[in-house]
Nanobody, 127 residues
Framework: QVQLVESGGGLVQAGDSLRLSCAASARTFTSYAMGWFRQAPGKEREFVAAISRTGGTTDYADAVKGRFTISRDNAKNMVYLQMNTLKPEDTAVYYC????????????????????WGKGTLVTVSS
């Protein structure tokens, strides 16, 4: 069993930056590709970013490419999402996810098959 706990959400203004963190309880953290997803009010959950087990490969949704950066620290069992130049349309609950099967570049198509999810952290971007 893997527990994922997100933190770092909050209320910011358009153009601001925010850094989300995800703490994982897994003993074998490096067995999991990690990802961030988000769900805006009234919308379906969507892929945001993914990172491979070693951190060497990343993938991003087109909507955040160039503004968001995913990273991981395997020594600390942590995953991060640095979000810059935030827009009101980035407002959502952000979820951390872990998956043994996905690769960073396949996670976008595996939303329904992730092994573990966190409970989410709310990001609100005001205009």
């Amino acid at each position: 069993q893997v527990q994922l706990v997100e933190s770092g959400g909050g209320l910011v203004q358009a153009g601001d930056s925010l850094r989300l963190s995800c703490a994982a309880s897994a003993r074998t953290f490096t067995s999991y590709a990690m990802g961030w997803f988000r769900q805006a009010p009234g919308k379906e959950r969507e892929f945001v970013a993914a990172i491979s087990r070693t951190g060497g490969t990343t993938d991003y949704a087109d909507a955040v490419k160039g503004r968001f950066t995913i990273s991981r620290d395997n020594a600390k069992n942590m995953v991060y999402l640095q979000m810059n130049t935030l827009k009101p349309e980035d407002t959502a609950v952000y979820y951390c996810a872990a998956d043994r099967t996905s690769a960073a570049r396949t996670m976008q198509g595996r939303l329904g098959a992730m092994d573990y999810w966190g409970k989410g952290t709310l990001v609100t971007v005001s205009s």
